[in-house]
């Protein structure tokens, strides 16, 4: 319904009329006589043409509009988000499911909207994320989607109709949020009127909400491992739970109880390395949902206490200070054996031999100084280079009497560098900093310790080596860029070389130099024992999702890395085709944790993933990856019940409320529906009109015509 009224506005000064007068003036005196006579009635033509063409030339400068004005009647507009996650599709709404009876009612709903106005219902389904219009065929709306965004929902359909907010909206759901916010987070201006489907009590049910565990723990020391689970149904009922590495039993315990009830696992991890481990409960008899019995968790496990040997035929001020430093650390023992003519090595201290070729696995990290005879034995020798494949870590100390200054090398990988002529000893002043393009998370972290620090140049260096190809660089000396460290993995293992020496004026010079001193023997002996703290990690925040579930990622710098951009490079693994690149995303920083960043990644297949995630600074990249796995296990099925709590406090929040179902037929006789009266102004501009324009040009020439036929001049 409309009405209206057309007027015509001119835009013209003060000027015009006295002007557009002064011109019909003169053509009145112009045709009051003319040379030669003519008729009265020639003369009155004439005028008629000459001041029709002024007036039409007056309306033409005063730039008239023609505007029209209509005031019309919108009907209103109530919006229906109708949820169709998968959970919509459990029937336990009698022999009916949830989405079935939610359109049943909406049907009833629209029936009596159309009886009592003329208002507009907008139909969109939602699960995971906001649908299309669906307003002329929701009737056949299947529950197929995965996860369940209702804030998303809300705050996406108002969006969509910011031009014509609606009347009201309703939500039919079964209040059950897998994704996105709890809350509103900004105010909803539109009443929310909620309604809710499905039994909300749990069906009998044993699920493990959460596990609670260190990310890294130590071999040989006893750590708990929390689990949090949600039991229905079963109050009277022992529900075991299981800490399992594979088919592997780790630890048991018994629990009983309902709602939510804590289960402590107490482990004692006996070997090192990444685990994936699992958390099981029950199932119990009469349980029919399994899908949610389980929780996978990753645990880096470390050794509890590094062991470290100092074989050093001739013991200098390194051997003294590096034992100090196991003495301050909790982390590290530090053992040192030296050469006793006749007796061989003696453990200092504890006054008993040690051998090198049968005493290699009761230590984790061998140090060796100016020693020749185990590296030249081939007996001892294989001996160390079985050590290192199984897992050992050898540093080679420069010396004047090193084996590195020896001219061969039984290419067994166990040496990280090789001669490129005749290995020697050369004097110096010789600084130390990390290589410029190095990912060596210990070298970047001793690099930026060193850098512009007052260290004492070392004197001497073995010139004539350079890294195997197998072998890295990351710390070389300033100026020349020639290896200063080397390392080199074989098998398990890995072995370094340290090509410049006596490292004990560092602990000498002070603070800064002792630091430096501490801090480059202990990342190195943390990197050979295959556990030192990253100076960038990646990790998901759980080992285990479920499809439907969006995945949480957090990157971390850390040992004082300034942190640059960070990349994330996500592969799919495990598959026919191998390893199959899925995306490439940033993280974002977290406001108020330096050098915390998270990524969201949207809801994922089933399978096997792998992360890579890149902190570049500009100068520099380092990588660092974590894996973790994608149920088949809809994330819509982990809690069933409906939640009608959650849909009343959406629905409070709004200035609505949560509707009975059986009662949604009347809610049209409680809403406002009388529409919108909005205001329409059309303006056309007349100017542009060339019909203006060519009557002006018309009458002008058709004046002109006659004065020449009758001969006027």
């Known amino acids: 319904m409309s009405d209206g009224n057309i007027r015509v506005v001119f835009d013209a000064g003060n000027w015009l009329p006295p002007v557009a007068a002064l011109f019909l003036v003169l053509a009145f005196l112009l045709y009051r006589r003319t040379l030669p006579p003519l008729s009265r009635g020639r003369r009155a033509l004439l005028l008629l043409f000459r001041a029709s063409a002024v007036l039409l030339l007056v309306v033409f400068l005063a730039d008239p509009s023609l505007v029209t004005m209509r005031v019309e009647r919108r009907p209103p507009i109530v919006g229906a988000l109708v949820d169709v996650s998968r959970s919509m599709g459990i029937a336990d ?174 482990w004692t991890p006996s070997r090192e390395g990444e685990r994936q481990l699992t958390v099981r409960a029950g199932p119990i008899v009469g349980e029919t949902r399994l899908g949610n019995n389980e929780e996978e968790i990753a645990v880096a496990v470390r050794k509890e206490r590094i062991r470290v040997l100092v074989a050093d035929r001739y013991a200098d001020w390194n051997a003294t200070l590096l034992r100090r430093l196991g003495d301050r650390s909790p982390r590290f023992e530090v053992e040192v054996a030296i050469w006793m003519p006749g007796r061989g090595y003696r453990l200092l201290g504890a006054n008993r031999a040690w051998h090198p070729g049968g005493d290699l696995d009761v230590v984790d990290v061998l140090f060796v100084s100016d020693e020749t005879g185990m590296l030249s034995d081939p007996v001892m020798r294989s001996a160390m280079a079985g050590w290192v494949r199984r897992g050992g870590g050898l540093a080679l100390l420069a010396d004047e009497r090193s084996f590195l200054l020896a001219k061969r090398n039984g290419g067994d990988g166990l040496i990280p560098v090789r001669p490129t002529g005749a290995p020697r000893v050369e004097s110096g002043e010789f600084h130390v900093a990390a290589a410029p393009a190095t990912r060596n998370a210990f070298a970047r972290a001793f690099g930026e310790i060193v850098s512009g620090s007052d260290l004492p140049p070392l004197p001497l260096r073995l010139g004539g080596l350079e890294p195997t190809a197998g072998a890295e660089s990351p710390l070389v000396f300033d100026g020349d860029g020639r290896p200063f460290l080397a390392l080199q993995r074989t098998g398990a293992g890995v072995t370094a070389a340290v090509l410049g020496y006596p490292l004990w004026r560092w602990a000498l010079a002070g603070d800064e130099g002792a630091l430096a001193f501490d801090r480059f023997f202990g990342g190195l002996i943390q990197f050979l024992a295959g556990g030192g703290d990253a100076a960038f990690e990646v990790r998901s925040a759980r080992a285990s999702w479920t499809t439907g579930e969006a995945v949480r990622l957090v990157a971390e710098t850390n040992g004082g890395r300034t942190p640059g951009t960070i990349r994330g490079l996500l592969e799919q693994t495990g598959s026919a085709t191998g390893t199959a690149a899925v995306s490439a995303f940033l993280f974002s920083p977290v406001e108020g944790r330096d050098g915390r960043f998270e990524a969201v990644l949207d809801p994922l297949s089933p399978g096997t993933y792998l992360v890579t995630a890149t902190d570049d600074d500009g100068e520099t990249a380092i990588e660092a990856q974590v894996s973790f796995s994608v149920r088949p296990v809809s994330v819509e099925f982990l809690r069933i019940a409906g939640d009608r709590g959650t849909l009343a406090r959406i629905a409070g929040a709004s200035g609505g409320a949560l509707i009975d179902r059986d009662l949604l037929y009347r809610l049209p006789a409680r809403l406002s529906l009388d529409g919108e009266r909005v205001t329409r102004r059309d303006v056309r501009p007349l100017r542009a009109e060339f019909l203006l324009f060519a009557s002006i040009v018309a009458l002008l020439a058709a004046e002109w015509t006659l004065r020449k036929a009758w001969g006027l001049v």
Do not use: C, K, Q
């Open 93 to 266: 709404e009698g022999e009916r499911t949830r989405l079935d009876a939610a359109l049943e009612a909406l049907g009833g709903f629209r029936d009596e909207l159309r009886a009592r106005s003329d208002a507009e219902l907008r139909v969109i389904p939602f699960a995971g994320d906001l649908g299309d219009d669906a307003s002329g065929t929701w009737e056949h709306l299947t529950a197929t989607g995965e996860g369940s965004d209702i804030v998303g929902a809300v705050d996406g359909f108002l969006e969509r109709n910011r031009s014509s907010a609606p009347a009201a909206l309703l939500l039919l759901s079964d209040g059950r949020i897998t994704r996105g916010m709890v809350d509103p987070e900004r105010g909803v201006t539109v009443p929310v009127f909620a309604v809710a489907f499905g039994d909300s009590v749990e069906p009998p049910d044993v699920a493990v909400e959460r596990v609670e565990a260190e990310r890294t723990v130590y071999r040989g020391t006893r750590t708990g491992i929390e689990a949090t689970l949600s039991i229905s149904g079963f109050p009277d009922r022992d529900v075991p739970v299981t800490l399992l590495d594979g088919a592997e039993t780790l630890a048991r315990t018994v629990v009983r109880g309902s709602g939510a009830v804590t289960a402590t696992l107490a």
